[in-house]
T-cell receptor
Framework: SAVISQKPSRDICQRGTSLTIQCQVD?????MFWYRQQPGQSLTLIAT?????????ESGFVIDKFPISRPNLTFSTLTVSNMSPEDSSIYLC?????????????FGPGTRLLVL | GQQLNQSPQSMFIQEGEDVSMNCTSS?????WLWYKQDPGEGPVLLIA?????ELTSNGRLTAQFGITRKDSFLNISASIPSDVGIYFC?????????????FGKGTKLSVKP
C-alpha cells in the first residue's frame, strides 16, 4: 500500500484566483495521478503526473487550467487556475503500486475546494 | 468520459443482512478494483482482482472478476453499521492512456441498526 497526504485538506477560494494542491507519498512511485470528484459524483481522471516531463491530460482537461508539477518520485502539485464556482470539487491524488498485470491505485484523502 | 454501469445506486438494509452490488461494462478490463469512500475521505481500496474468474475475499467482503472480463460483483456478508459509505468499482486497462482507471457511479450503502 501507500501513505499519501494532501495539502490543504480543504479551502474556500474566490472566483478568479488559483490554488495549488500538494500531494506527498511515503515511498517512490513511478505513476501519480490527479482526479476530480464533483459533488455527489464519481471520480474522473484529470491527468497523469509524469516525473521529468509534462503531464498527460485526459480529454476535457488542459494544462493552462490545471498545471501539474512532478519534481521527484514522491511529490506532485496540481494547480486549479482562474477558478470559477464550477471548479468546486474534491481533488484527489493517487499513486500506482505493483507491476505488470497486478497494479493497484491508492488514493490520498482529497482536497475539498469550494469556489465562491 | 466512459463510466461503468454500477448498481444499485443506493441500498438501505438492516444490520446483519447481506449486500450485493455489481458493475458491468461493454468493454473488457484487465483489472477490477473495489473501493469504499467515507464522508470527507478519499477512496480506500477493498479488493483488487487481476484474473478473469478470480474470486477474492477480504474479511466479510467477497468480490469476483467476471469470466467475460466485462463485469464484477462485490458481496458484503452480515453487514454492520460501519459498512455505511459509498462503494465504487473501477476497471483498468493497460496500454494507451496509462491512468485509465474508470470508475462506476457508486453504490451508497445505508445500514439500519
Amino acid at each position: 500500500s501507500a501513505v499519501i497526504s494532501q495539502k490543504p485538506s480543504r479551502d474556500i477560494c474566490q472566483r478568479g484566483t488559483s490554488l495549488t494542491i500538494q500531494c506527498q507519498v511515503d515511498s517512490q512511485v513511478t505513476m501519480m495521478f490527479w482526479y476530480r470528484q464533483q459533488p455527489g459524483q464519481s471520480l474522473t481522471l484529470i491527468a497523469t503526473a509524469n516525473q521529468g516531463s509534462e503531464a498527460t491530460y485526459e480529454s476535457g482537461f488542459v494544462i493552462d487550467k490545471f498545471p501539474i508539477s512532478r519534481p521527484n518520485l514522491t511529490f506532485s502539485t496540481l494547480t486549479v487556475s482562474n477558478m470559477s464556482p464550477e471548479d468546486s470539487s474534491i481533488y484527489l491524488c493517487s499513486v500506482e503500486k505493483g507491476t505488470g498485470g497486478a497494479r493497484t491505485q491508492y488514493f490520498g484523502p482529497g482536497t475539498r475546494l469550494l469556489v465562491l | 468520459g466512459q463510466q461503468l454501469n454500477q448498481s444499485p445506486q443506493s441500498m438501505f438494509i438492516q444490520e446483519g443482512e447481506d449486500v450485493s452490488m455489481n458493475c458491468t461494462s461493454s468493454s473488457i478490463f484487465n483489472t477490477w478494483l473495489w473501493y469504499k469512500q467515507d464522508p470527507g475521505e478519499g477512496p480506500v481500496l477493498l479488493i483488487a482482482l487481476y484474473k478473469a474468474g478470480e474470486l477474492t475475499s477480504n474479511g466479510r467482503l467477497t468480490a469476483q472478476f467476471g469470466i467475460t472480463r466485462k463485469d464484477s460483483f462485490l458481496n458484503i456478508s452480515a453487514s454492520i453499521p460501519s459498512d455505511v459509505g459509498i462503494y465504487f468499482c473501477a476497471g483498468q486497462r493497460y496500454g494507451g492512456s496509462q491512468g485509465n482507471l474508470i470508475f462506476g457511479k457508486g453504490t451508497k450503502l445505508s445500514v439500519k441498526p
